[in-house]
Each structure stands twice: as structure tokens, then as C-alpha cells.
């Protein structure tokens, strides 16, 4: 089955599209990414989608022009990475503009029907809420996929180092959010920045600057870290918000020298995180937009020095497109009616088939869609 997984992280970094051939078996399914490209959002769009962020006071109908204006970039940009190829479905993650994990609910948007009529084939949608009406977070859902690709070089983990670094420890299924990845860097920059820069474009400030060991231990103490899985976050937690928070001890320090402190942040809470619940494991397959990021990667392989750190590229699997992959075997499954997620991971009452289906037509895409 041919399926692209498109998605936009909690960086937004852009829109990732894989165009997948996803193959179900009794035990599990195997995937090919056949082509992976991340298309950048249109800057007014990606502007009104960090403007409507809680706690911004958006109004209904801009959410629902958001939902549409989402929908017709998504469709847009699988047409860009396909190439006009028939493929067998789309698998849409959207964009999370809110979640709630104590509260169990969750909204992504980007209207699958719009989707659809760009793309003129079926398309999978909305994959968190089943998980969340079943009393569960409604994330992580990745570490089942993870558990498909990387199961087989157990004792491990699988790290993805995106806005929110998301940790599964294999073989034993636990995964969970660790805390922040890239999301406080990326931000903070950004606002120190005026715009200028959006992230630490090859950890060159990270690696330039120096920590400040006493601001460090500040940020650590966040009840976040102390608080055992099941658990998540996200952008509510860790961007803007927690900026916010941090700014004027930030602001008092040479711009690598925070930059430098909040990698340090991402990079020990995710060790100790490590230490905790995968105490056994000789290897860390790390995927996500870190992953490029030197900083980050040294940085874990100095405060876990019993572990190989490793991106996923050497596993067969871009770094880059993973969470892409992720849901297009996602969505494969939703399609065979097969239920995934991990129970134990999101604290649901049980499996659930994950997702809601726009099924495709046999009219083709108008050629005036392609913008």
C-alpha cells in the first residue's frame, strides 16, 4: 500500500510529507520510505497558526479558517513531494494546536477534505482522539511504530529529538515525553532574534556557549521531570509560556551562552530519563529535527557514556522523515481496521483503531489545485 505521511511538528519547521510502501503482516508490517521532502509553510500561514497558540484568545471562525487554510497547505505539499503519483491514501497527522493531557483531549487541524480534493484519494485523519475518548493521553502514538522498526536491536531506545524530545524503551514498550527537545531553543531564539533566526541552525551557538550550571539546575527543577509515565507534553508546557518564564535569566546571558543551557536542559533531562527506565540499554537510536544537531548529540553521548548514540539514518530510516513514516504506517493500519497505539504507553482503557477516514473518490484532483 502506497501512503503518504504528512505531518507538522511542534517546531513547525515546515510541512514533512514520506511517501511510504507500507506492508501489513500478522506480526507487524515492514515499510519502505520511498521519497521524503519537507515543503515550508507559507510564513503568513505558519504566523496566524503561532498566533493562535493558547492562551491567545483565537475566535471560532479564525480556527475553523486555520483548519481549512491547514488543509489545502497539506494537500498541497503531498501534490509537491508525489509528483502527481497515484498513491493509495494520505495519512494526516495535521497540526496540534491544543492538548490537554490531564483533561484527556486533544485538536489537530487540517481538513482532511480538503486534502482530499487536492489529492483525490483517501485520507486518514484525526489519530489522537480515539485514544483520548478512551481515557488515554492520546500520545505518544509513535513508540508503536517504533516498536515495529527498531525491536530487533533491543536493549535500546528510540529518541526523537523534535519540539518535545519522545523516548521508547525497547524491548519493554514504555515511552513517554521526557520533556523539551528543540521547542525552548527555537523559541527563545526566535524572540531574541527578532525573526532572524528560527533554530541553531548545526548546534553552532549550543556548541559556542557556555552553560550556566546554576540557571541549569533551575529549569531542572521542573515537576515535569519528576513525574513518572504515562505522561506528555507539549507546546503549552514548553514553548512560549515556558520562555516567558525563563526570559530575564536568559536574557542576562550572552545569546550562546542560553542557547547553550537550554540544550543542556534537553540533553539531561533526557539522559536522566534514560538512566531511569532504560537502565539496560547499550544503544540510542535518535530521529527528529536534533538529530542534526551536533550539540545535542555529543552532549548525550558524554552523559551517557555506556550508550552508542546513533541517528536512525544508519538503521534505514531518515532522521528527518521518522514521525512522517510513523504515520503513514499508522494510517495503513486505521485502513485494515487494525487497532495500534499502546495502551500502556497513553494509559487508555484498551487497543483502539486509531483515526477517522475520508474515503477517496474516483475523480482526480483539478490540475488548477497545484499552487
Known sequence: MLIAGVLSGTS???IDVALCDVRLRDDGASVTCERFA?????????????????????????LSALHAAIGEAFGDAVLAVTGGRAIDAVASHGVTLAHDNAARHTLQLGDAFRIRERTGTTVVYDFRSADTAAGGTGAPLVPFVDVLL???HAPCVALNLGGIANLTVLPDGIAFDTGPANLPSDTYLQSRSAGAQRYDRDGVLASAG?????????????????????KTTGREEYGAP???RWRDALDRLPLADAIATLAALTVRSVAGAIAAYAPHARLAIVSGGGARNPALLEGLRAALPQVEVATSDAFGIDADAKEAVAFAVLGAMTLAGRAAGLPRVTGARGPRVLGAIAPGGSTPPPEKSVR
Request: no cysteine; hydrophobic share 50%.
Open 38 to 62: 519537507t515543503v515550508p509553510f507559507d510564513e503568513a500561514l505558519r504566523a496566524r497558526i503561532v498566533a493562535a497558540y493558547p492562551p491567545a484568545p483565537v475566535g471560532a471562525l479564525e
Open 210 to 230: 557556555r552553560i550556566d550550571e546554576p540557571l541549569l539546575e533551575r529549569l531542572l527543577d521542573d515537576p515535569y521531570f519528576r513525574t513518572a509515565p504515562p
Open 12 to 14: 513547525l519547521d515546515g
Open 242 to 244: 515556558f520562555v516567558a
Open 150 to 152: 527498531f525491536a530487533a
